[in-house]
């Protein structure tokens, strides 16, 4: 089934924004929704609605069913070894922090290190930058190449006996490029470091198998792969996420509590106190059917094409610049237009129904690194076509040309 045929599940990509028929280049940001997914949340909430788990009535034994279902739905797409080493989270951003807190926190120290890099999205950043100042380590910086992209040499000069954990993005939602993450594992398992691994541009994108890539963590966000928002998943290794203490306190991930002292459930429910995120668990194991009918290598193959066709034109038009590695993208490309600030050209591009997302990213020292306060940004998926690419390059070429004879 090709993208136009896709199109037919996707009811808002049927719409007109500003008088002209909606092109959406914004998916990097979020993706759109197939009716299949809603479709299944719908059905949740209007014939089986009822709490996991506690339950024995049989509204709470479907819900259950269907809950712990997706998540098994979730370990096949990533090949995961176990159910119990895929966590339910609210998002990538999530289980970052939950990782930080519950592991960097509480195991690292004065003389240990955390090594990243100055492209990664402020969710895989801020959340080891904080465990580093909380606990005294050193928080490290993998130097880049002239394209932004990570070398496994430079990896080589970082990482150190004294690392104990590294965090890497998977693919860069702003350069698009694709890290050698297995390679890198073995480097930081040389050192006896953990891998972590941020996966949100990943996931969506490429079909995945933790075990090959060989990371001890790998999350990734529904949102961004025809899912839900509000849920996303924690992938661990279990011997490592036995050693990660739970974030959140209460209700499902308990199993005794004394007066001044309580027990938690075993993996994954440890992580998922409260009222776990039902809804979204289901539509996200309903994305991922949706997914691998059409096949993730399809997927893949289909959106590195309308990056090179993109590419290609937008190499022609005087004065736009593209950044991050040149060849071999994956599913997205961060531009600048002359002089024209990145939010002025995202409001020219609406105004002809095309969505592109403009601003720092949430990599700001990437940014600073780029020398740039901000970037425009059009990312593809599934549904995207070459013809919505042709729009895109038209769009350009309009807003090039007004901004000339504005300041002419």
Not at 398 to 404: A, V
């Amino acid at each position: 089934m090709n993208a136009k045929e896709l199109r037919k599940y996707f009811p808002i990509l049927h719409q007109e924004v500003n008088g002209h028929p909606l092109v959406y280049l914004d998916n990097g940001a979020t993706s759109q929704k197939p009716i299949q997914v809603i479709e299944a949340m719908d059905k949740y909430y209007r014939e089986y609605n009822s709490n996991v788990h506690r339950g024995v009535h049989t509204l709470g034994n479907i819900a259950t069913d269907g809950y712990e279902g997706a998540r098994e739905k979730v370990r096949a797409f990533i090949n995961a070894r176990e159910a119990a080493e895929i966590v339910f989270t609210r998002g990538t951003t999530s289980a970052c922090n939950t990782v930080a807190y519950g592991y960097a926190r509480k195991y690292l120290g004065p003389g240990d290190e955390i090594v990243t890099t100055l492209v990664e999205h402020h969710a895989n950043f801020i959340p080891w930058q904080q465990a580093a100042k909380a606990t005294g380590a050193t928080f490290k910086f993998i130097p880049l190449a002239e394209d932004g992209t990570v070398t496994l040499e430079a990896v080589k000069e970082t990482v150190t006996d004294n690392t104990k954990l590294v965090a890497i993005h998977h693919v860069s939602n702003v350069l698009g490029d694709t890290t050698p993450i297995k390679e890198i594992a073995q480097i930081a398992h040389q050192h006896g470091a953990l891998l972590f691994v941020d996966g949100a541009q990943g996931a969506p994108h490429k079909k995945i198998d933790v075990q090959d890539l060989d990371c001890d963590f790998y999350t990734f966000s529904a949102h961004k792969m025809a899912g839900p928002t509000g849920v996303g998943v924690l992938y661990g290794k279990r011997e490592v996420l036995e050693r990660v203490e739970p974030m959140e306190f209460g209700g499902e991930m308990i199993d005794y509590v004394d007066m001044y002292d309580s027990t938690w459930k075993e993996l994954p429910w440890k992580f998922e106190g409260g009222t776990p995120i039902i809804a979204g668990a289901i539509g996200l194991g309903a994305a991922i059917d949706f997914l691998e009918e059409i096949g993730m290598d399809n997927i893949e193959r289909h959106e590195k094409h309308l990056v090179k066709y993109a590419m290609e034109q937008m190499r022609e038009i005087e004065g736009l610049k593209i950044y991050g590695p040149q060849q071999d993208r994956s599913c997205l490309i961060t531009f600048n237009l002359d002089t024209v600030h990145p939010h002025d050209l995202a409001t020219v591009l609406d105004s002809y129904g095309i969505a592109v997302r403009a601003g720092h990213h949430c990599a700001q020292p990437l940014m600073r690194w780029l020398n740039v306060t901000a970037t425009a940004r059009a990312s593809f998926y599934l549904y995207n076509t070459e013809e919505e690419v042709d729009v895109l390059i038209a769009g350009l070429k309009k807003t090039k040309e007004y901004f000339g004879n504005v300041f002419s």
